[in-house]
C-alpha cells in the first residue's frame, strides 16, 4: 500500500514566517515579478490556495505574483516547466499526493526530488469520494456491489497523483473493474458527475463543493480518518471505514534549489487573518 504523506482542503492556510513579519529595509528578494506554477488547473485548492497567498504576498514583497495554471501529465508538464526554468523567482504550487505517487509510476523521472525544496504549507486537502445522486447507491459497500454487477460499465476518475492511485488500489484490491477517464481540468469532471457521464470521483471537496450543494452529487466517503471538523457536509468517517481509502493531503510552495535566501530564512507558522479564517472554515 502506497505510503502517502499527510495531506487535506479546508482551506487551512499555513504561510512562511516572512508574510507575517514587518517588510525588510533591505529586501534583496524578490527584485522583479515572481511567477507561481500550478500543477493543477484554475478552481483546484492548490489553485485557490497559490491565488490568495499570492495576493498577499504580493502586497508584502511590493511585487506582482503571477499564477500560471500548468495542469496535464500528472503534473509533469507544470514541474518541468518549474525546473526547466532555473529562475529563483519561479515557484511551484503542487500537492504533496504527486511527489508520492510519480516513483510508483514512472521507471524515469523527468526531475530529480532533491532539486525541489518545499518552502510552506499551501493548504490541507479534504478529499472525497463523490457519485452523482442519481446514483442508485447510499454507501461505499452499495457502490463495491454495483461495480461487481456491473464490471466494466462504471466510469471514474480523480485528482492526478496520489489521489487516483489509492483509487485504483482500492479497486485492484476489492477485484472490481471501472474505466478510468482521464481529465486535464478538474472541473469539468465534476461537471460530468454531477450529470452522470461519469459515476465516481475522487477529488478535493472544493471541486465538488458548487455540485453538492446545488443536490446533484452526494459523499460517499472521505478520506481523512473521522472526517474533518471544518467540512459540516462530509461524512464523519467514511461508510464503511475501508483502510485503504484513508489518507490525507497537503500542497505546498516549493523552490527550486538553492533555495532565496529569504524563504531559507523563513520558517512556516498558521497565517489566520479573517479571509484565510473563513476561507477555512467555508
Known sequence: ???????????????????????????????????VIVTLGPGSGVDIGARLIGDRLSRRWGQPVVVENRPGG????????????????????????????????YKNLPYKPADIVPIARISNTIVVMAVPASLEVKSVTELVAMARAQPGNLNWAGT??????????????????????????????????????????????????????AGKVKLLAVTIPGGPLSCPMCPRSPRPAIPTLLSTALSAFS????????????????????????SRNG
Not at 500528472?74 to 510519480?102: C, E, K, R, W, Y
Not at 457521464?197 to 477529488?203: A, P
Request: some cysteine; overall charge positive.
Open 1 to 35: 500500500m502506497l505510503s502517502m504523506q499527510r495531506l487535506a482542503f479546508g482551506v487551512a492556510f499555513l504561510a512562511v514566517l516572512v508574510l507575517a513579519a514587518k517588510p525588510s529595509t533591505a529586501q534583496t528578494w524578490p527584485q522583479r515579478a515572481v511567477k
Open 74 to 105: 500528472d503534473g509533469l508538464v507544470a514541474i518541468s516547466a518549474f525546473v526547466g526554468a532555473n529562475d529563483d523567482h519561479v515557484l511551484l504550487a503542487a500537492p504533496s499526493g504527486s511527489f508520492t505517487a510519480h516513483p510508483f509510476i
Open 160 to 213: 492526478t497523483g496520489s489521489n487516483e492511485f489509492l483509487f485504483a488500489a482500492f479497486l485492484k484490491n476489492a477485484g472490481l473493474l471501472m474505466s478510468k477517464v482521464p481529465y486535464r481540468n478538474l472541473v469539468e469532471a465534476a461537471n460530468d458527475l454531477a450529470i452522470g457521464r461519469i459515476q465516481v470521483n475522487v477529488t478535493a471537496f472544493a471541486i465538488v463543493r458548487p455540485q453538492l450543494q
Open 255 to 278: 523552490v527550486r534549489r538553492p533555495c532565496p535566501s529569504e524563504f531559507a530564512r523563513a520558517s512556516p507558522r498558521m497565517f489566520a487573518r479573517p479571509l484565510i479564517r473563513r
